[in-house]
T-cell receptor, first 113, second 115 residues
């Protein structure tokens, strides 16, 4: 089954404790992206990647890192999480450029205390 | 600055009626794309429809159509014959091609279909 998976789905952590949210797709997609969703703000793009080893900042990259060492994986890293990073995070992928249909993962709900 | 505006925070519509969800955008880029996504209460994001800025015809996908008015910079989503399952949050988004394939989203419209 074609899908985007994220892990963990739920995470409660404390300020400053490094964490990684994994994202994996099995559709051989080139384009992958991370978003955060906050009430009243819609979705905001954090980082995106147009291919292996090619990543770029979205609109809200501060406090986040990403890597794209393999085509299928696009982990999101929070080196020192803070409470303002409490949010719902979505990973998405599409075949090539972002104009193609984006497939979203199920979301990761992160709480930083 | 690039911007997407959805002016309707919430809407209530009777089942079987047509629905128009508003979306206006602001960009100086001549080449861009516009999307609509649906987010049911279960939380997943579902792609509905895409319109490229150079597409001559309005995009349609089943009961969904995108009313693209380039001069007015609007990209309204029209849902024909609404169903109870259409109750959800709807997001308009724009693909910016300048400086890479960034995507920006509007704040969303919550649609309630009444039986």
């Amino acid at each position: 089954e074609a899908q985007v998976t994220q892990n963990p789905r739920y995470l409660i952590t404390v300020t400053g404790k490094k964490l990684t949210v994994t994202c994996s797709q099995n559709m051989n997609h080139e384009y992958m992206s991370w978003y955060r969703q906050d009430p009243g703000l819609g979705l905001r793009q954090i980082y995106y990647s147009m291919n292996v080893e090619v990543t770029d900042k979205g609109d809200v990259p501060e406090g986040y890192k990403v890597s794209r060492k393999e085509k299928r994986n696009f982990p999101l890293i929070l080196e020192s999480p803070s409470p303002n990073q409490t949010s719902l995070y979505f990973c998405a992928s599409s075949l090539s450029q972002a104009g193609d249909t984006q497939y979203f993962g199920p979301g990761t709900r992160l709480t930083v205390l | 600055a690039q911007k997407i505006t959805q002016t309707q925070p919430g809407m209530f519509v009777q089942e079987k009626e047509a629905v128009t969800l508003d979306c206006t955008y602001d960009t100086s880029d001549p080449s861009y794309g516009l999307f609509w996504y649906k987010q049911p209460s279960s939380g997943e994001m579902i792609f509905l429809i895409y319109q490229g800025s150079y597409d001559q015809q309005n995009a349609t996908e089943g009961r969904y159509s995108l009313n693209f008015q380039k001069a007015r910079k609007s990209a309204n989503l029209v849902i024909s014959a609404s169903q109870l399952g259409d109750s959800a949050m709807y997001f308009c988004a724009m693909l910016r091609l300048v400086g890479g394939d960034k995507i920006i989203f509007g704040k969303g419209t919550r649609l309630h279909i009444l039986p």
